[in-house]
């Protein structure tokens, strides 16, 4: 059985992992997690000050989820250290990584220096779970932004794959009139089954007039400026697709249209839980690894 893990990085999912791996009786060494309090208090855990000798030992090694916001540096909110996405490879040679959200050409680049990268955010079970804390996190946003209920608001999700029937379902569940644009006539057949107004894509521009909010899903444009100029000017814009969104912040904020865009929820409104979830995960990764 696995004992020996290697945590680099991270945000407070990430600091909340580690003290329940602690719990399972693992030993841990970390880096770039020096600002991380809550850690400083517990017997096995042990702060490194650098890669190679946080990593030496471990059978596993634990990323940041995301790995990276910029496509250069590792994410390190718990320290001061900066960490290139380079220099963190070569020290991982033969090691299995586990992280989130990486990108294919850091893939290829980690399989030429044999380090086994495991993108945890592609693992179906954690994927599905994230959604519970993505929804909950875009309805407060929707509740601290607007200046009326969600009861009774007209409320349009653009897409429905995993996030959009989260959030269609939450919001169906306190009162909101929901609307979904999806594609797939299936889609539209679980749309109206679960009692939504299914909008076809080919109609969105009729309709955007009458709504309070607008949730989009889905990554790609879809309200651009011409989509954005028939909108109320008091409609809310919620963008929760990763890059690069569905919403033209620019155009939106020429507009004046209020527009957020919400990145990284499960981290920011959930992070115990979301922790739990990414643990769940990593051990089913152990099992079918050993």
């Known amino acids: 059985m696995v004992r020996n893990?290697?945590?680099?990085?991270?945000?407070?999912?990430?600091?909340?992992?580690?003290?329940m791996l602690t719990k399972e009786n693992?030993?841990?060494?970390?880096?770039?997690?020096?600002?991380?309090?809550?850690?400083?208090?517990i017997s096995n855990i042990l702060p490194c000050s650098s890669i190679n000798e946080t990593i030496k030992e471990a059978e596993f090694v634990i990323g940041p989820i995301p790995l990276s916001s910029n496509n250069i540096q590792i994410n390190t909110p718990f320290s001061d250290t900066q960490i290139t996405l380079q220099e963190l490879l070569e020290p991982l040679k033969n090691k299995i990584f586990l992280t989130g959200n990486v990108k294919k050409e850091y893939k290829n680049e980690a399989i030429k220096q044999n380090v086994k990268i495991i993108?945890?955010?592609?693992?179906?079970?954690?994927?599905?779970?994230?959604?519970?804390?993505?929804?909950?996190?875009?309805?407060?946003?929707?509740m601290e932004e607007t200046i009326h209920t969600l009861h009774?608001?007209?409320?349009?999700?653009?897409?429905?794959?995993?996030?959009?029937?989260a959030v269609a379902y939450m919001l169906k569940?306190?009162?909101?009139?929901?609307?979904?644009?999806?594609?797939?006539?299936?889609?539209?057949?679980?749309?109206?089954?679960?009692?939504?107004?299914?909008?076809?894509?080919?109609?969105?521009?009729?309709?955007?007039?009458?709504?309070?909010?607008?949730?989009?899903?889905?990554?790609?444009?879809?309200?651009?400026n011409e989509e954005l100029s028939k909108l109320k000017k008091e409609c809310v814009l919620i963008d929760l697709a990763s890059s690069p969104g569905g919403i033209d912040?620019?155009?939106?904020?020429?507009?004046?249209?209020?527009t957020i865009w919400a990145l990284a929820l499960p981290g920011k409104v959930a992070p115990l839980t979301s922790?739990?979830?990414?643990?769940?995960?990593?051990?089913?990764v152990i099992k079918e690894l050993e």
């Open 249 to 258: 912040q620019e155009a939106a904020k020429r507009q004046g249209i209020k």
């Open 173 to 224: 569940g306190i009162g909101a009139n929901v609307f979904v644009e999806a594609r797939k006539e299936e889609d539209f057949a679980w749309i109206k089954v679960y009692g939504y107004k299914p909008i076809l894509l080919n109609e969105l521009q009729e309709n955007l007039e009458k709504f309070d909010i607008i949730m989009n899903t889905v990554p790609a444009m879809i309200l651009k």
């Open 5 to 19: 893990i290697a945590i680099i990085g991270g945000d407070l999912r990430i600091v909340k992992l580690a003290e």
């Open 119 to 142: 993108d945890i955010l592609e693992r179906e079970e954690l994927v599905v779970l994230n959604t519970i804390a993505t929804a909950e996190g875009a309805i407060q946003i929707a």
């Open 152 to 165: 009774g608001s007209n409320i349009l999700i653009l897409g429905y794959g995993r996030v959009g029937k």
């Open 275 to 284: 922790a739990e979830f990414i643990k769940d995960t990593i051990f089913n």
């Open 26 to 41: 693992f030993f841990i060494k970390t880096y770039a997690l020096e600002k991380a309090e809550s850690l400083k208090k």
